[in-house]
T-cell receptor
């Protein structure tokens, strides 16, 4: 399997613009997670899905952030409008959800810079 | 609240042994994970503990004490490629697929 695939790898945008990050989970995985990583706050959960249904979005910072999972092989995280404080690395991860250990596998991340 | 603490930075030399500690306070507990993250890359899974004791996997071992809310990752025979950030994470709820709570990571620098 190719692993979790994220695009783009790098995104530079100006404040106020819409940003869309994309993720393709590992085939057969039932759970998909969006995390954000910064130096100050570390790796934080934003939202996660089970079988395409959002389960917990309490980590989404504010209404400017939204996430969708229209099918089992694709998810998006959208920021509209973007602000400089959104600059971070955004990771997508997936897990099978079929065993006790249920390892989460991470994509390579999208490094977002909002100017 | 939920809190996971680990040292920010550690240094060691090639061939040495290093222990990275992690303490946690979470509303529930269903497993502790260690991930390795090289600079600019994704976190990758290293180890998992759900019962007290030591889990050994090659040069890496991880220990858990649930009563103390404490874990450590032990790296033996250090190599330069072990220079990375090591993330401690707790799954707080008793069901598969629950999101992990991560510590801020310990950056390990290995020198020759």
């Amino acid at each position: 399997d190719a692993g979790v695939i994220q695009s783009p790898r790098h995104e530079v945008t100006e404040m106020g613009q819409e940003v869309t990050l994309r993720c393709k989970p590992i085939s057969g995985h039932d759970y998909l997670f969006w995390y954000r990583q910064t130096m100050m706050r570390g790796l934080e959960l934003l939202i996660y899905f089970n079988n395409n249904v959002p389960i917990d979005d309490s980590g989404m910072p504010e209404d400017r952030f939204s996430a969708k999972m229209p099918n089992a092989s694709f998810s998006t995280l959208k920021i509209q409008p973007s602000e400089p404080r959104d600059s971070a690395v955004y990771f997508c991860a997936s897990s099978p959800g079929t065993s006790e250990i249920d390892i989460q596998y991470f994509g390579a991340g999208t490094r977002l810079s909002v100017l | 609240g939920q809190n996971i603490d680990q040292p920010t930075e550690m240094t060691a030399t090639e061939g040495a042994i290093v222990q990275i500690n992690c303490t946690y306070q979470t509303s529930g507990f269903n497993g502790l994970f260690w991930y390795q993250q090289h600079a600019g890359e994704a976190p990758t899974f290293l180890s998992y503990n759900v019962l007290d004791g030591l889990e050994e996997k090659g040069r890496f071992s991880s220990f858990l004490s649930r009563s103390k809310g404490y874990s450590y990752l032990l790296l033996k025979e250090l190599q330069m490629k072990d220079s990375a950030s090591y993330l401690c994470a707790v799954r707080s709820a008793y069901q598969a697929g629950t999101a992990l709570i991560f510590g801020k990571g310990t950056t390990l620098s290995v020198s020759s």
